[in-house]
């Protein structure tokens, strides 16, 4: 993700052999009272050191594709972004260390970048922001025609056709539809990933042209000076006062805005609250138990966050508590028309609604 007007800070590193910290022992809330600036961690903290071993491995790839004398700087943040107007990534504070991932996903039900793989697309990712703001390629005539103005106002929500192939597809939500500077970004992801064979998993997509042009003007600026140097850290949690539980609240808020509304036509197509199925388990009791799987499920096919899908199937279980609904049918035939109304409404919502761009 690229960003416009942050205001720049900079941060004093720790010690690679600084103790563990204390906080790593608090509980859930305790930790969540803390401010970002109460962390103490920073990229050279000893829990760091896989992420580092990731960062490592992208700027390997980045040799081997001739830029070995452009390494974007890393820092941590609240998230992913490359700002606008310094070449380098801002990394979430939770890949620094195993017991802020453990929040992380308790409270997001999911830690974007935790594993090795996904880290590392997302890497590639704002690598490719990082290269466009310290070559200034966006300026060039031949970037606008392919991917569009990088002046294009970034919208709050956009609303993607998944079935396009006039976009690659590396990350979630088919990101690359979301500004021309993502269609980059992605586009150079894809170009980037090692052994990831673009030119015959791209044939006669009308994508190609974009990976094309990106071959060719990779093969011209690597090695060459670049145009904007700036080391600054923007926004890092080192000068952050907010504390990790201000912080959660409105990251869930505004996800749960994103849920589409349910109607009861679709929950009683299949639960019911005739009386022939009073003996029978509640509708609420089956959604409860099933949730995690028909969460992650769901979540795996439409690119949807589970939070967002986990909001929607808190909305159900409250309504089918209200209409007092009972499944009609046995756990084992329940199951699959649970996940084809889910997945529908999901779907729904994707065509009909809007993908929010990340906070």
Partial sequence: MATNGRKSRCITHT???SP?????????????DLRFCDLKITLNSPAAAPLRHRIDRLYNELDRKGFTNFK???WLSTEWFSPDGVPGIAI??????????????????????????????????????AINTAYRLHYRKAYRDLFGSYATPYPETYKPKPNSQKFVHHLDYWYAQAHPAEDFAETFAVWMTPKSNWRNHYKNWPALRKLDYIDTLMTEVAGSPTKIRSKQFIEPITHNQQTLREYYRTRKLTLADEFPSFFDTDLTKLFSNEAKYTRRKTAAAFLRDYAPELRSTVAH?????PYTIDQVLRDMIDRCKELRLRCKHTDHLTLPQAYIMLTVQTMNYIHSGHFRLPL
Avoid: V
């Fill in 92 to 129: 979430p504070f939770y890949l620094a260390h195993p017991r802020l991932a453990k929040l992380e996903k308790k409270q997001m039900l999911q830690a974007e970048g935790n594993s090795e793989s996904e880290c590392l697309k997302i890497l590639r990712h704002e690598a490719g922001h």
């Fill in 72 to 74: 974007p700087h890393c």
């Fill in 20 to 32: 563990a910290p204390c906080w790593a022992r608090y509980t859930d809330s305790d930790l969540l």
């Fill in 15 to 17: 010690s690679p052999t």
């Fill in 301 to 305: 096919w439409t690119a949807a966050h």
